[in-house]
């Protein structure tokens, strides 16, 4: 079956431009997440959703970071007026079920550079 | 911060050879994953260890963990030059239960052919 996708994979945008990145979820998928990852290094938790609600945003490092995910299902991460240390690897992941041995399934990630 | 942690940080073998790789961690959770990531492609979920489980084996995966000294391995025998990639530990810890997984930096792993 179709794994989690992500929109776009590369993404070139100006300093002060606003960006959305988009996740969709394995369907059926309760649980969805977005991470950052620098490269060479792993991935760090920015924040989830369990259906529509968002239940830990502690990851987002700024106000200008918000993520939504109005219907359960497809989530946006919007990033308003990028900046160059925004730039990495943003991570989407999908779980069946909420708890603690659910096991996460990553998308292919969108690459964002801010030049 | 990051409360996985990998060791060796880089490992080269030859084909035909075992390569295991340490994951440390600070605090407890509830389970330990595993995760491949090839050069410039996505997280492939490898294995998942529960908490109250010692030791997990999939096809040439085995996985121990041992919460006393809060550590866990990850053992590929009998290697294969398509099995070179990043290797990353990941953690779900009790106090943030089933929202985060916290990974290590992880351990470059190169088999040569």
């Known amino acids: 079956g179709a794994g989690v996708s992500q929109s776009p994979r590369y993404k070139v945008t100006k300093r002060g431009q606003d960006v959305a990145l988009r996740c969709d979820p394995i369907?059926?998928?309760?649980?969805l997440y977005w991470y950052r990852q620098a490269l060479g290094q792993g991935p760090e938790f920015l924040t989830y959703?369990?259906?529509?609600?968002?239940?830990?945003k502690s990851g987002l490092p700024n106000d200008r970071f918000s993520a939504e995910r109005p219907e359960g299902s497809i989530s946006t991460l919007t990033i308003q007026r990028t900046e160059q240390r925004d730039s990495a690897m943003y991570r989407c992941?999908?779980?069946?079920?909420?708890?603690?041995?659910?096991?996460?399934?990553f998308g292919p990630g969108t690459r964002l550079t801010v030049l | 911060s990051q409360q996985g942690e990998e060791d060796p940080q880089a490992l080269s073998i030859q084909e035909g050879e075992n390569a295991t790789m340490n994951c440390s961690y600070k605090?407890?959770?509830?389970?330990l994953q595993w995760y491949r990531q090839n050069s410039g492609r996505g997280l492939v979920h490898l294995i998942l260890?529960?908490?109250?489980?010692r030791e997990k084996h999939s096809g040439r995966l085995r996985v121990t963990l041992d919460t006393s000294k809060k550590s866990s391995s990850l053992l590929i025998t009998a290697s294969r030059a398509a099995d070179t990639a990043s290797y990353f530990c990941?953690?779900?810890?009790?106090?943030?239960?089933?929202?985060?997984?916290?990974f290590g930096e992880g351990t470059q792993l190169t088999v040569n052919p």
């Open positions: 992941a999908s779980s069946l079920v909420m708890g603690p041995w659910n096991e996460q399934f």
């Open positions: 369907s059926g998928h309760v649980s």
């Open positions: 959703f369990n259906y529509e609600a968002q239940q830990d």
């Open positions: 605090t407890s959770i509830n389970n």
């Open positions: 260890i529960r908490s109250n489980e």
């Open positions: 990941a953690t779900d810890a009790e106090e943030t239960s089933g929202s985060r997984l916290t």
